[in-house]
DNA sequence: TATGAATGAGCCTTCATTCAT
DNA sequence: CATGAATGAAGGCTCATTCAT
């Protein structure tokens, strides 16, 4: 019965899909680290199904940003070619990057925090977003000049911590900190 | 009996500092969310004896802290005085605040956190490391000129922030970082 | 999948009644205030299967108690109609009312702790055994007389305060006294 | 140095003095279950000065309560000579009664729960205070008559838990049922 | 494959009790 | 004798994780 097991599989993926919305919603309100029960219910399903299609809470986490991440690296490119220069390239990704992150409390931290269970993120993010970070990097380098030892990698980190907001440093604070980051990075010519 | 109770209260005086040694030392391995047990055990000590000398965690962080604070506030005075340039000696300071927070595992994030009971500390930061940071800014205004909106809390709390490491971003990272910002925070003119 | 479903059910409410059983036991032998734990291992299960079914103490004794005590509740109007007088009715339901209290160590003590957790079990008497007790004395009061300032509540608080029995104060010395403190109830007139 | 001696004697007996006032007012305010260290601060004294004057806590209640009880149980022979009647001699050494356990909290439940450590107060009131009900009782069985099986002990136990008051169960409550049980002792010959 | 009941480790916190000074 | 710092047992509660159905 090949149909029966197409739509046990559509079924699944939906599952899947429902757990992957949950997530992302108790994320945003609770943090990487909310309780797996609390991911279970909001998507209406068992904590058995949860850990079924996510064995790690770091499998979770990354496939809940995976597409994000995927867009977020996917406008490197466009906005080199829109933009007038490469920096202003650079500025306008930082900003989407910000504004991906700005809501997922404790990612940076957890991001951060060595956790190896991460790992799979961390490489997630070193193979998508960090190749399309070093694309503006090059080209400003090429162009305005940038100054030395800034690496796509650390200023994404750099980014992704300023990113950690809290009840008096909020998004705008984020955004305000990293726009003067990159201005620091650039050479002064 | 004066000298009776004079070693005991030296020896309770031990034990404390003892504890503040071993909460010090977990912080740096675990974070500041490290289990009350483990620091005990470290300072080889009942629980209940951390529980005496420092009813909550909070009190446990702030005191643990408050000294190398502290020291950190008094700094800036000093280098206004003796550095070339009101920027330099800003430059100076945020490397000594830096290499304060490096190694303190989790008290960016835990600021950042909100969490009501770690309030004694923030104000503690608030009231000591602000002023101290305003200063030097304020004389970075006068002098150089800095672009707007940079406040000495917002730009602690980004420092901060940029001082969480991890396996590939540390300590000599994050002063990269910093320093970008701080290069950044300078107005162009 | 319904039946296995069923099976689930059945079983977890097996696990349910389980609990139950083991807390009116361990309520016997070590009062209301008895440790989880203890009931817990009584009912062979572990401390999370308790509080997955029972969230909060009072939660636990109000269920352990809520049959007996809609029991009794159910036993006043009969009695009512098959006694000879309204005051025999009382003094028969207040004997029941006893043989429910009599093993329950600690319980009338708790009630009357005043303890905000067991406003569940003190709304739960309120609202069902002082309605049932009220009617009684409303019938004594039109056929016997009976003294004033004798309110259901306060009657059966009375009562279940002289239900605290010890190893001089039996169960028999409660009933004795009971049915002294109801004869003291009635009019002499 | 008897003088000394004496001193220290002196002294000695003036800490147990402050240790029992702070224990009757923190038994007031918290019941006879209150930790060992609100006694000792409210005395001003080490918790090891507690313990050494009274190993156990049924020490310090016992002691605690020892003169209020002595004075109840003087009260009996006066009101039995000064009072109209043997009973209105009982009634009026019953609301003495109440008056001194009422702001007992938690004494009543103690004694009632069979604690072994209460033995000594245990003692003391059968030593002490059921002879002076008895013989108001027995005053009672020659004059008005009373009902059988309504021996001191029981009747005092009844008393104690009928004074075991609360939110909405309090002292007035707690008389007028007493005056009840009374009432409901004498015979109606 | 989905479920969610059950488990139990782990952390928190309180307080009775001891004992060196 | 008095002290109070130190101890650690005891009990509460939460959640990650497993597994029978």
Redesign the pocket.
């Known amino acids: 019965m090949p149909e029966s097991v197409g739509v046990?599989?559509v079924?699944?993926q939906?599952?899947?899909s429902g757990v992957l919305r949950a997530a992302a919603a108790v994320f945003v309100e609770q943090g990487v680290?909310?309780?797996?029960?609390?991911i279970?219910d909001r998507?209406?399903?068992?904590?058995?199904?949860?850990?079924?299609?996510f064995?790690?809470?770091a499998d979770l986490v990354t496939a809940v940003y995976r597409h994000q991440i995927d867009a977020c690296a996917a406008l490197a490119p466009r906005l080199l070619q829109e933009s007038a220069s490469p920096f202003t390239a650079l500025a306008l990704w930082t900003d989407a990057f910000v504004d991906f992150l700005v809501t997922k409390h404790g990612l940076g931290a957890a991001l951060g925090s060595g956790d190896p269970g991460l790992e799979n993120l961390h490489a997630l993010m070193l193979d998508t977003l960090v190749p399309a970070c070093a694309t503006l990097l090059d080209a400003c380098a090429a162009d305005d000049g940038l100054r030395p030892g800034v690496t796509a990698y650390t200023l994404m980190r750099a980014i992704g911590n300023l990113c950690i907001t809290g009840p008096d440093y909020d998004q705008a604070d984020a955004k305000r900190m990293v726009a003067l980051l990159l201005t620091g990075c650039r050479s002064t010519a």
């Open positions: 046990r599989q079924q699944a939906r599952t899947r680290q909310a309780p797996v029960r609390d279970a998507a209406g399903v068992g904590v058995g199904t949860v850990y079924r299609n064995p790690t809470r």
